[in-house]
């Protein structure tokens, strides 16, 4: 399919891979991409994906390689820092990436994940119990951030005495690095790389030279033990990938979400008087305010042409715009509203095809328990107690602090 393009739409998309100011409000330009170029050529050479039935596609086809794409964008020095942050599940194609799924789905299954229920809502109302006066607080900083890393470190198994610590190393690990970084800061992230690494090879050393405990870290190690083995290499990489990829997502998506509930008062009072919303309720915050722009990017191993006629070329980098193909009318009546009764729902929020989120039902699980408490202790006289601004990040659409009074 020819399209013609304006040359300002080029100009929008260039922008909205650098720009965190376009990446805060994209739905305009989301709209403009899927009505006039659903496949667009941005000017670095990355093409950016945007409908529904597009973006499905790109997900599910083994000839858009995960490999490829984290091999040509990875920013670290060749060595063994590179080459353990690309062992990871988003890292690998194919009978890999399958192998080592088999391996981990099983205890992040969700009628495994649902037995946890009762401790990820005690984690919840202890961060709580702790900001109850006053009645205002920062709810990025003392509420959305600590929860999953607390969830994760005692949901794998990391003694409470070391949560700090894993909180400072994901701090780092999480900030962007690209080709303009300065030695320092590479420095700075490999060495925070190294730590984790190091800590948390004693910590499987320990986990499988003793009893097993009632955790994910030993029923990684059990699953394995039935039949395939991770290599330490492995095991590593995707204990640091849970943590990498289990922290900024949740809680952006949890504060976006709670952020949209107060900019549509009607929602947020029919939560609080109904609180066995939460589950419609999130589903619907992961379509509407969906946290992850975009899925990682993808190298075409060949020409594909997409559903809406499009064709990537073989070699190029492709973006999957799975916050835009959550507004798309095609697949969702009303696109534009936030509902939180809606039914049928079926966001590509959390991915799709094999690299489909892993710890979707954890996110899930935590999401839930969080707004199912805060609906029954103070959502129905919260309020926003201040400036609220947009954060810079690659992939995430965060807030830098939402403050909150009720
Ligand atoms: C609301 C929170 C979350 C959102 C919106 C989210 C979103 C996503 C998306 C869109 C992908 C697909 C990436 C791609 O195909 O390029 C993904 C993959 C992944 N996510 Fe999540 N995620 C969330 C929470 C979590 C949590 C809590 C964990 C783990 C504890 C986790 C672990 C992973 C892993 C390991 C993958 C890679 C899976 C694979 O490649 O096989 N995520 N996530």
């Known amino acids: 399919m020819t399209v013609a393009l304006s040359p300002d739409l080029v100009a929008q998309a260039d922008s909205f891979l650098v720009d965190f100011d376009t990446r805060a409000n994209p739905w305009e330009f989301f709209q403009r991409l ?87 809502m005690s984690v919840a109302e202890d961060v709580l119990a702790r900001r109850r006066q006053p009645r205002s607080m920062d709810f990025l900083e003392e509420f959305s951030y600590p929860l999953p890393i607390r969830v994760l470190c005692e949901l794998l198994g990391v003694p409470h005495e070391d949560h700090a610590r894993m909180g400072v190393w994901m ?20 060495d925070a790389m190294v730590g984790l690494s190091a800590y948390l090879r004693d910590l499987v050393a320990e986990r499988r030279a003793g009893a097993p405990q009632d955790d994910l870290m030993s029923a990684m190690i059990a699953t394995e033990a039935e039949g395939d083995r991770l290599s330490e290499r492995e095991l590593i990489g995707i204990l640091a990938e849970l943590l990498h990829a289990g922290f900024e997502s949740t809680a952006n998506m949890m504060a976006d979400g709670l952020h949209c509930l107060l900019e549509h008062p009607e929602q947020q009072r029919l939560l609080a008087e109904q609180p066995q919303l939460a589950e419609s309720a999130v589903e619907e915050m992961l379509r509407f305010a969906t946290p992850v722009l975009h899925a990682l990017p993808r190298v075409a191993l060949e020409d594909i042409t997409l559903p809406s006629g499009g064709t990537v070329a073989q070699g190029v980098l492709v973006l999957a715009l799975v916050a835009s193909a959550a507004r798309d009318p095609e697949y969702v009546q009303r696109p534009d509203e936030f509902d939180i009764t809606r039914q049928d729902n079926p966001h590509i929020g959390f991915g799709l095809g094999e690299h489909y989120c892993l710890g979707a039902s954890l996110a899930r699980g935590e999401a839930v328990s969080t707004f199912r408490l805060l609906a029954q202790e103070m959502l129905a006289t919260m309020r926003i107690d201040g400036p609220i601004a947009w954060k810079d990040h690659h992939i995430v659409r965060g807030l830098e602090a939402l403050p909150i009074a009720w």
Not at 175 to 189: D, R
């Open 34 to 120: 899927r009505e006039t170029a659903p496949v667009l050529r941005t000017s670095s050479g990355t093409w950016l994906i945007s409908t529904y039935a597009d973006c499905q596609s790109v997900l599910k086809d083994d000839r858009l390689s995960r490999r490829e794409a984290a091999l040509r964008t990875s920013a670290l020095p060749a060595g063994d820092a590179a080459d353990q942050y690309t062992t990871r599940l988003v890292c690998e194609d194919g009978a890999n990436h399958r192998r080592l799924r088999r391996i981990v789905n099983l205890p992040f299954a969700p009628r495994n994940i649902a037995r946890w229920t009762p401790r990820i």
């Open 171 to 190: 701090s780092v690990l999480l900030e962007h690095i690209n080709e303009t970084a300065s030695e320092e800061f590479t420095k700075q992230k490999m």
